[in-house]
C-alpha cells in the first residue's frame, strides 16, 4: 500500500517534470542488481576476527591518549564534552565538532603554529571516529552476518545520490588498508574476499578509467571551449595522422582509431602520447618537471588530490583545508594550477553557474533532468549524473549479453566505477574481453 501510495504521488510530478527517462532506466536496473545481491561473497573469518581483536586493542590504547591529553575520560560520540575541551582547555573558539569543521580548525592551526597538543588531539579524535564507525558498522557487523554462514551480500540502492549513482553497504569500502599510525595493517576489505573455489575459480573486477575526468573533457567540448591538456589525455587532440588528417573529436572513425598513430600539430615529428592529468596539475603547482627526483610523490600527494577535489567543485577554503602544511602563497597556486593546466574547465564551471541562475532545471548527457540546484552544486552532478547513467547503460547491455550468450559466471556488485563477477570454470577469460568491448564503446561520444 505504502509502495503504490507513493508511485500515485510522484507519478504525476516526474511525468510533468518530462523525466520518465529517468524511471526507465532504473527498471532495466532491476534485474542485474537482483542478480548481484543474491550471489554475494565469500569471506574469510578468521581474517576478520584477527582484524577485530587488533582493531579493539589499538582503539583502546588510542582511547587512552586521548584522555591523557584531555586529563578526562569520555566517549568519542560525546560532541558537547570535545567542544568543551577543545575551548577550555585548549583556548579555541570552538562553535561544532563535525568532521569538516575540525578538519578546517587543524589545518588552521598547523598552518599558524605552536599549537601541537591541540593538532594531535583532534587528529585522535577523527581517527578514533573512523575507526570505532569500521569496527562497529562493518567488523562487527560482519561477524554477526557470517555466525550462520560465510559469505556476505550487497544492499545496493539505485539512487543513493541525488546525482544517481549507485550506494551500498560496500560504498565506503577503501582500496587500501587501514593502518595505524606506525603503519601497521589493521584491516585490508579485499584481504577478507576470497575465492568461492568449486566452480568458482576467480573474481574479476573492470572499472572505467578516469570516467569522470573524461566525462569533464567531453563537457569542455559541449560548452565551446575544448580544454586542450584534458582533451590531449582521452585523445589526440589538435594532432594529425600519417595521412596529414587533422584529428575530428566528431568523426566517429577517429574516435574509434584514437590509440593510432597520431603526431602533434605544433611538432610534426612528435607521436602524441596522452597527457598525464594529474602530472599537468603537478607541473602548474610546483614548477618542476616530471625528470624532477619528486615528482612522483608530488604527483600523488598534490596533483592527484587536487584534480579530484575541482572536478568535485571545490573552492580555495577546500584545498586550504586539503594542505594544511602549505603557506597561502603555495595553497593559491595550488588552487590556480588547476585552472592553469585545464583552462577550458573553467569556461565548463561558468556555464553551470549561468545555467542555474537562468534555468530551473539542466539535462545530463542522458536525459536525467536535476531540478532547483546551485550552479555550484551542478558541477559536479553533471558530469557524476553522466557518468553513473552511462554505466548503468551498461550494466543493462552486459546482462542482456550475458542471459543471451548462456555465461555461468556470477555478478557480485557494482561500486563506483567497478563492476566485479565470480568467474565460472566453464567460462573462457577470454568473456571479460568481450565485456570491457561492451563497456568502453559508444559511438556517440567524443572522448
Known amino acids: ?66 584522555w591523557n591529553l584531555a586529563g578526562q575520560e569520555f566517549d568519542i560520540g560525546q560532541y558537547a564534552i570535545i567542544k568543551s575541551i ?60 557470517l555466525k550462520y554462514c560465510d ?81 590531449r589525455a582521452y585523445m589526440p587532440y589538435q594532432c594529425i595522422n600519417s595521412n596529414g588528417d587533422s584529428f575530428d573529436f566528431n568523426n566517429p572513425e577517429h574516435i574509434l582509431s584514437w590509440d593510432a598513430e597520431w603526431f602533434l600539430e605544433e611538432s610534426k615529428d612528435v607521436r602524441w602520447y596522452p597527457t598525464d592529468v594529474h602530472g599537468a596539475t603537478t607541473m602548474a603547482a610546483t614548477g618542476l618537471g616530471p625528470d624532477h627526483p619528486d615528482f612522483k610523490d608530488l604527483r600523488n600527494e598534490i596533483g592527484k588530490p587536487t584534480n579530484f577535489a575541482k572536478n568535485y567543485g571545490a573552492q580555495l577554503s577546500r584545498i586550504r583545508q586539503m594542505f594544511p602544511t602549505k603557506s597561502e602563497e603555495e595553497v593559491r597556486r595550488i588552487n590556480d594550477a588547476y585552472y592553469t593546466a585545464f583552462p577550458g574547465v573553467k569556461f565548463y564551471h561558468q556555464y553551470c553557474y549561468d545555467r542555474a541562475l537562468q534555468y530551473s532545471h539542466t539535462t545530463n548527457l542522458f536525459g536525467i533532468k536535476y531540478y532547483g540546484v546551485s550552479g555550484h552544486k551542478l558541477i559536479n552532478l553533471l558530469i557524476q549524473g553522466s557518468s553513473a547513467y552511462y554505466l548503468k547503460w551498461k550494466i543493462r547491455q552486459l546482462y542482456d549479453y550475458w542471459k543471451e550468450k548462456g555465461y555461468k559466471s556470477r555478478w557480485q556488485m557494482q561500486i563506483h566505477d567497478e563492476l566485479s563477477w565470480e568467474k565460472h570454470k566453464d567460462d573462457p577469460p577470454e568473456i571479460f574481453f568481450e565485456y570491457q568491448q561492451i563497456m568502453q564503446d559508444w559511438p556517440e561520444t567524443k572522448v
Open 151 to 231: 559469505r556476505l551480500y550487497t544492499t545496493i540502492n539505485q539512487v543513493g545520490a541525488v546525482s544517481g549513482r549507485v550506494t551500498s553497504n560496500f560504498q565506503q569500502f577503501p582500496k587500501h588498508a587501514i593502518k595505524t599510525i606506525d603503519g601497521e595493517e589493521l584491516f585490508h576489505p579485499r584481504k577478507m574476499i576470497k575465492i568461492t573455489g568449486d566452480e568458482y575459480d576467480a573474481i574479476v573486477y573492470l572499472d572505467f578509467s578516469q570516467i569522470e575526468l573524461r566525462f569533464q573533457a567531453f563537457y569542455t567540448i559541449l560548452v565551446g571551449h575544448p580544454d586542450f591538456n584534458l582533451c
Open 1 to 66: 500500500i505504502y509502495t503504490i501510495e507513493i508511485y500515485l504521488k510522484l507519478a504525476p510530478i516526474v511525468h510533468n517534470r518530462h523525466n520518465e527517462i529517468g524511471i526507465d532506466f532504473e527498471n532495466q536496473l532491476i534485474m542485474p542488481i537482483y542478480e548481484m545481491e543474491r550471489v554475494g561473497f565469500a569471506v574469510n573469518k578468521e581474517y576478520i576476527e584477527t582484524c577485530r581483536i587488533n582493531m579493539k586493542r589499538y582503539i583502546q590504547k588510542r582511547r587512552q591518549t586521548l
Open 86 to 145: 577543545l575551548n577550555n582547555d585548549f583556548n579555541l573558539n570552538v562553535t561544532t565538532t563535525n568532521a569538516d569543521e575540525l578538519d578546517l580548525l587543524r589545518s588552521n592551526l598547523i598552518r599558524e603554529g605552536g599549537f601541537e597538543r591541540a593538532v594531535q588531539f583532534i587528529e585522535i579524535v577523527q581517527e578514533l571516529r573512523t575507526l570505532e564507525k569500521w569496527y562497529s558498522t562493518y567488523i562487527m557487523r560482519f561477524l554477526k552476518d
